[in-house]
């Protein structure tokens, strides 16, 4: 049995496409039993990091706003040594540096990007970012079977 994959969606569904990353974690738990548990989060907190720790991979799956090529990107996602820990959100490559630094866990990780479009309170998902979200569930199903 493989490994769980600890999967952290990052939105707000009450702010349009913003919600892409919830979105992604009710369609993957609707398709079957997850790989891992499911973690909603409005933003990444500081705390964040010791949750990574009992994991040995995880996923961060969010909105994005820029253009991407077939509305999503899989990157792999590193410890980033340079991002600001002090602040109000914390970025995936932070929580990873985080989570080696205090921690010494330093678990597989990558970003799943959903490119959304409108950004309105208590609009839903747009019509293309529905389009981008399915493609990114799809290319899911096929990626987490190569883990």
């Known amino acids: 049995m493989p490994e769980p994959l600890l999967i952290i969606g990052i939105g707000n569904d009450s702010?349009?496409?913003d919600g892409l990353g919830w979105a992604f974690l009710d369609a993957i738990a609707r398709a079957g039993p997850p790989p891992g548990?499911?973690?909603?989060r409005f933003?990444?907190?500081?705390?964040?990091?010791?949750?990574?720790?009992?994991f040995p991979?995880?996923?961060?799956?969010?909105?994005?706003?820029?253009?991407?090529?077939?509305?999503?990107?899989?990157?792999?996602c590193h410890p980033d040594p340079a991002a600001e820990i002090y602040t109000h959100q914390?970025?995936?490559?932070?929580?990873?540096?985080?989570c080696r630094e205090l921690y010494g866990h330093r678990p597989e990780a990558w970003h799943l990007l959903i490119q959304g479009?409108?950004?309105?309170?208590?609009?839903?998902?747009?019509?293309?970012?529905?389009?981008?979200?399915?493609?990114a569930v799809d290319f899911f199903g096929v990626w987490r079977k190569s883990l």
């Open 15 to 17: 702010r349009g496409d």
């Open 43 to 54: 933003q990444l907190l500081v705390e964040d990091a010791e949750l990574l720790t009992r």
């Open 57 to 76: 991979r995880v996923l961060f799956a969010d909105a994005c706003e820029m253009p991407l090529s077939g509305g999503f990107a899989l990157e792999p």
């Open 37 to 40: 548990p499911l973690e909603y």
């Open 117 to 135: 479009y409108e950004w309105a309170f208590d609009s839903g998902l747009s019509g293309q970012a529905k389009v981008n979200l399915a493609n």
């Open 90 to 98: 914390q970025t995936p490559g932070a929580i990873l540096c985080l």
